[in-house]
C-alpha cells in the first residue's frame, strides 16, 4: 500500500477506472482510490479501513449484484462519493466521513454506521432497516423516503 500511496502522491490527476474490478476480500486499507470509478465493482468483505475514496464513484445503479456487502469502510474518506444504489449490507463504516455523499436507493440494511458523519449527505430512498447509527452526525441530511424500520439511532 505504501507504494500504491506514493505512486498516487506522484500522479494526483490521473483517472483510475477500475469499473468492475473484483476486490472481493482484498486489504485496501489506507489506499488512495480519490476520484476513482469503481462502478459496479465487488467489493464484498474488502477491508478499505481508512481509505481515501473522496469523490469516488462506487454507484451500481444497474448491476445490483454483491457490491460493498460486509466491506470494512472503518474511518473511511468518502467526502462527496457516489454511492448511489450501492449494496452495503451488514458492511462496516464506524466513523466514516461521508459528508456530501450521494446515497440515494443504498442498501444499509445491519450496517454498523456508528459515528459516521453524514453532514449533507442524500439517504432519499436509502434502506436502514436494521442499521446502529449511534452517535452518527445527521445534519443537514436528506431523508426522503428513508426505511428506518429496526434500526438503532440511539
Known amino acids: 500500500m505504501e507504494a500504491w500511496n506514493k505512486w498516487r502522491a506522484m500522479n494526483p490527476e490521473t483517472r483510475l477506472d477500475l469499473s468492475g474490478a473484483n476486490f472481493r476480500e482484498t486489504d485496501l486499507s489506507g489506499a488512495d482510490l480519490k476520484g476513482a470509478s469503481l462502478v459496479g465493482a465487488t467489493l464484498a468483505g474488502a477491508r478499505l479501513h481508512k481509505a481515501t ?13 454483491v457490491h460493498l456487502i460486509g466491506a470494512n469502510l472503518g474511518g473511511a474518506n468518502l467526502r462527496g462519493a457516489n454511492l448511489s444504489a450501492a449494496q452495503l449490507c451488514d458492511a462496516y463504516l464506524n466513523g ?3 459528508h456530501h455523499a450521494d446515497l440515494r436507493e443504498t442498501d444499509l440494511s445491519g450496517a454498523n454506521l456508528n459515528e459516521a458523519d453524514f453532514f449533507e449527505a442524500d439517504l432519499t430512498g ?29
Request: proline share 0%.
Open 53 to 65: 475514496l473522496t469523490k469516488a464513484d462506487l454507484s451500481d445503479a444497474d448491476i445490483r449484484d
Open 96 to 98: 466514516a466521513m461521508l
Open 126 to 154: 436509502a434502506n436502514l432497516n436494521g442499521a446502529s447509527l449511534y452517535r452518527a452526525n445527521l445534519s443537514r441530511i436528506k431523508l426522503h423516503r428513508v426505511n428506518l424500520h429496526g434500526a438503532d439511532l440511539l
